[in-house]
């Protein structure tokens, strides 16, 4: 599953499917100044269709009934902090966010910062298994936190063509590439077993002939499905976060680039 971008600076984004059709949006906004940005993460109404091409620009500002009209609910939001932990909350109780609430809880304890230099970052998903995010250079790839030796990516972004000249419109867009049968390469590459159970297609994999994780691989790979919605949501939600941090790294470890002129402005 390709969930498209249309901005790599995902505070100002609509993400779709490879139909065209939006599936969430995200806001960013501030209340005035002094007070800390905002990023709420609006979701697509359940059996509305949204097109992209229907909606304006992310970066024009539409009031929250302008939003909702357009076939949107809020999902989550994001306090953005400078010198503390970040707020992240919930807008309802819905699966992969039911931990969060409307207080909010601080990021150092629902996505906490793990690894060499901190380039981390740890969840609980709501099927009970721990995930990370690795912020890279230029990507956040997303993994199963299982201590594998070898893992296999669950998620991983694809910038788009000409990411180096933000300001020039391209056709060919960035997009979050997911892997929905990993979790059964992980799951067999670390067990060793002779046969996986898919738990998002629900499938069986004979995997008797099998004789290492890349034999189990190319079986596993063999089966697509839809990820559970429930873990999409958090997936996006955790995405835009870890994104957003590893862009800030990015800007300053690369002061000079034209990205980031237009990014400091942009972002």
């Known amino acids: ?7 790599d600076f995902v505070r100002h984004a609509t993400i779709s499917d490879e139909y065209g059709h ?25 059996g509305r269709v949204i097109h992209a091409d ?14 909702i009209n357009q076939g949107f609910k809020q999902l989550g939001e994001i306090e953005w902090h400078t ?34 230099l901190c380039r981390q970052r740890a969840f609980k998903g709501p099927d009970g298994h721990s995930y990370r995010w690795e912020l890279g250079c230029l ?18 972004y694809h910038r ?15 997009y979050l590439d997911i892997n929905t049968t990993s979790r059964g390469v992980a799951d067999a590459d670390a ?21 290492s994780g890349k034999d189990v691989e190319s079986l596993v790979l063999g089966e697509q499905s839809e990820p559970d919605g429930n873990m999409l949501d958090l997936l996006v939600f955790t995405y835009i976060y870890v994104e957003k941090l590893r862009k800030d790294r990015e800007l300053w470890m690369h002061p000079k680039d034209p990205w980031t002129i237009w990014g400091l402005i942009h972002a």
């Open 1 to 7: 599953m390709k969930l498209f971008f249309s901005d």
């Open 22 to 46: 939006v599936l969430y949006k995200v806001t960013t906004h501030s209340e005035g100044i002094g007070t800390p940005r905002k990023s709420t993460v609006w979701k697509a109404t359940p």
């Open 54 to 67: 229907s909606l304006v620009p992310s970066l024009e500002t539409e009031s929250k009934q302008e939003l």
């Open 83 to 116: 010198f503390t932990p970040s707020k992240l909350r919930a807008f309802e109780s819905c699966g992969g966010l039911d931990v969060l609430n409307s207080e909010g809880i601080y990021s150092k304890e629902f996505i906490p910062a793990k690894g060499r």
């Open 139 to 156: 990507k956040c790839t997303l993994y199963r936190d299982d201590g594998t030796s070898d893992p296999f990516p669950i998620a991983e």
């Open 160 to 174: 788009r063509r000409n990411f180096w000249l933000p300001f020039i419109k391209s056709q060919d867009g960035g």
């Open 191 to 211: 067990k060793q077993t002779d046969s996986i159970s898919v738990s998002e297609s629900r499938t069986v994999c004979d995997t008797t002939s099998a004789t």
